[in-house]
């Protein structure tokens, strides 16, 4: 069995008191898809947080390319390889759409200006925004802020890349074509943690889920087994849900 | 660097500016020449201010610190006998150095805190320059040896000496607006938080333009020492110009190369053509120009949209929405 | 000697208090760093002065007259002027109040000039704790905390004191409660007036005032405001007595020349190293 490229071991992060990660322990696989899903509140974002150095670890360790990065900061382990979107897209408003994604390719793809765009124009291709290049970022309706941060995360030649909440707000076919391009971002060998809300995104799209709940690990395993996973349903949807849903 | 044919027209057109104002210096009498010194000195800080300020959006109001640390370390090192340009070269080393250590502790306030912080440490220096009286001559000031020469020569050397650091404020701008530096600052600007995220090292580009800025306000500071041979506390350390440096440069337009020198022209000539004729009112028009540039100017004369031929003025341009919703 | 000095400091940071909390209130619930306040302390004591002494009001009319001016110019600055930039970053309203501060302060200078004037009384002296203290700065520093204290009441009590700390918490939310935001905005500021001179009716019964002592004046404001955390009153409190205290002890221990610098290092201190204050009160960007 091959290294895993990115490894949790025992991460917790506690908020006064409150432990917003618990224990947990997971490993991500090259090239693989994995679900990270949880009901509101199950510390998804933390979690992401935590990976990305945003926020540091109270305990336990996060291994990445068999190295710990505990105690990188964010910008470092962005440079090595690990990008992530934003729940709330977070585009540089006074700048164009190229401009927003050469930030990536410029900083973390390690790359001089001309080259980086290139880079980012083939970035805004792959995600279909070309034709808004030199529009302010700040004009862009939603569904296109989510491709923008997407192409962003490209544009940094990522290893491994975190979608917090990439398909919330969009609406059916625009979630359909959003799959597609993940979908083809994997195939380049890019380990892709998905962090949704919606299980329909997490079914069609990866092959394991993690399951949150209060923090900690509650299932994890392949979709279809994780999803029927009583306590899942129960931790997901509520007991009254849950009742519902077996009978 | 991306340089596009207009950027580079810019750029020609800002040295063939400062060309001129080299050769006409000879050209120039006395009071003139005392103009454009201080106009090119007001632009060496603007520009400086304009990095950290407009580039990278962060309220410093530490400019004339730097500018007062740098007028003293010239003082000082000159009365130790040593060479003028050994004096300024450690005037802009004492504002870098000082700028380092300042701006790693005050860099990491934001919006109100990072302007009262900085403001604070003017507040500090002319303190300490006011009590330190071995080092400083306290508050009586501090006489620093008077350059030898007709006032026609003096005159002329220190206005050349001003407007090469102009030049280089103005190269260094050019330098910064272009390059992944500037990108960077820009990203800081916007968003700190996803700028980090792209890889962005935030803390080291933030220290970095501070560094920068602090070096040219010094070096400033330095050159004017020398030039006046006479500094005291409340002259180096003045909390009205540590303001007015800002508004010249909205004035201007933030985060351009040529807002900072625009703002500062425009400034010079307000100060020479209209308070002078007004001397009870100096600071009260100021205030009236501070306060129209934020109601009717509010990117500036480069960030504004002028009429155009039919006639249409939105008064607010783009280029003035909030930067930062500190 | 130590009893004089923390008598000394008691009394001064009970005026600091009082200097400070308008520009709390402005700050926390307007996010304006207001560089007019040391001017409208300026102000306050001057209509103060002017009513007493060349009208020959009487100074319990005159003050409580001045103080109502002040709120009359705070309120009309900030519903004509400063409303209309408020959302914009702190570098325009930092600015523009400072630009505001140039003019006023330039106004005074031309009317009342710049000799330092004051109504300094005698009411004699009494034994505080075996140190002597003048009555009038007791007074003053009464005064000025009662006021300060009634302040603190107001917001907790009355109608007008919860809507202005429901938009300092929460101004869309507060809007979508039926506030009206650009109102409580004005009101809050003519209180931060009204405070300011009340400060400065109390400053000139015990220093001479002149108009270019606003700086010094602003600047312990901001001292007090940074120690005691963010924009609030028992924040203006608490800093405005450990400003007193550390004048006076800085002094003891340097000299008095560098009872100011003590003050400005202090605020650095925590800005650097506490920067929700002294008071501890966290919730600033």
Known sequence: MAEPILELRNVTRTFGGVRATDDVSLAFMPGEIVGLIGPNGAGKTTLVNLISGFLPVSSGEIRYEGRSIVRQAPHQIARAGIARTFQIVQPFAQMTVLENVMAGSIFAGALGLKAARAKAVEALEFVRLAPFMDMPASELALANRKRLELAKSLAMNPRVLMLDEVNAGLNSSEITEALGMIRAIAERGITIIVIEHLIRVVAELAERAVVLHHGAVLSEGPVDSVLKDPRVVEAYLGNRFARRFAG | ?326 | MLGQYLVNGLLTGGLYACLAVGFALVWGVLNVVNMLHGSMVILGAYVCIIGVQQFGVPLYVAAPLACIALFAFGYAVQRGLINRVVAQPILITLTLTFGLDLIVNNLLLYFVGATPRSLITNFGAVDLFGVRAPVVRIGGMLVAITLTLLLYWLLHHSKLGRAIIAVRMDRHAAALMGIRIPQIYALTFGIGALMAGAAGCAMALIYPTAPMMSGVFLGKAFIICVLGGLGSVPGAIVGGLVLGIAEGAGSLAFGPQWATTVGFVLMMAVIILLPSGLAGRKGFE
């Not at chain 2, 520009?47 to 962060?58: H, P």
């Not at chain 2, 701006?103 to 990491?108: D, F, N, S, V």
């Not at chain 2, 009586?140 to 003096?154: H, Y």
């Not at chain 2, 990108?183 to 933030?206: P, T």
Request: charged content about 10%; overall charge positive; hydrophobic content about 55%.
């Open chain 2, 1 to 326: 660097m991306i340089l596009d044919r207009t950027f580079l027209l810019k750029i020609a057109v800002g040295l063939a500016l400062f060309a001129l104002a080299a050769f006409s210096a000879f050209s120039l009498d006395n009071y003139q020449l005392q103009v454009g010194t201080s106009l090119a000195m007001l632009a060496v800080l603007c520009y400086a201010w304009n990095l950290v300020g407009g580039y990278m959006g962060y309220p410093s109001l530490a400019t004339i610190t730097f500018f007062g640390i740098g007028a003293y370390t010239d003082g000082i090192v000159q009365n130790l006998d040593q060479a003028i340009g050994v004096a300024w070269l450690a005037a802009a080393i004492a504002g870098a150095a000082i700028a380092l250590l300042l701006g790693a502790a005050l860099l990491r306030l934001k919006g109100h805190y990072f302007a009262i912080g900085t403001i604070a440490t003017l507040e500090v220096a002319r303190e300490i320059a006011n009590n330190w009286d071995a080092l400083t001559g306290g508050a009586i000031g501090l006489n620093i040896p008077i350059q030898m020469g007709s006032p026609e020569f003096v005159g002329r050397f220190f206005f050349l000496v001003m407007l090469a650091l102009a030049v280089a404020a103005f190269l260094v701008t050019v330098v910064v607006d272009r390059t992944r530096f500037g990108f960077g600052l820009r990203c800081i600007r916007q968003n700190e938080q996803a700028a980090s995220m792209v890889g962005i090292d935030v803390v080291r580009y933030k220290v970095a333009a501070f560094v920068l800025s602090g070096a040219l306000s010094a070096a400033a500071g330095g050159v004017y020492a020398s030039m006046v041979a006479y500094i005291e506390p409340k002259d180096a350390f003045n909390l009205v110009k540590t303001i007015e440096i800002p508004v010249m440069v909205m004035l201007g337009g933030m985060g351009t190369i040529f807002g900072p020198l625009i703002g500062s022209a425009f400034y010079v000539v307000l100060n020479e053509f209209v308070w002078a004729n007004f001397i009870n009112w100096h600071s009260g028009i100021l205030g009236l120009i501070i306060v129209g540039v934020i109601y009717f100017l509010p990117g500036g004369v480069l960030g504004t949209r002028w009429p155009s031929a039919k006639g249409r003025m939105p008064m607010r341009a783009r280029a003035a929405q909030p930067r930062t919703t500190a």
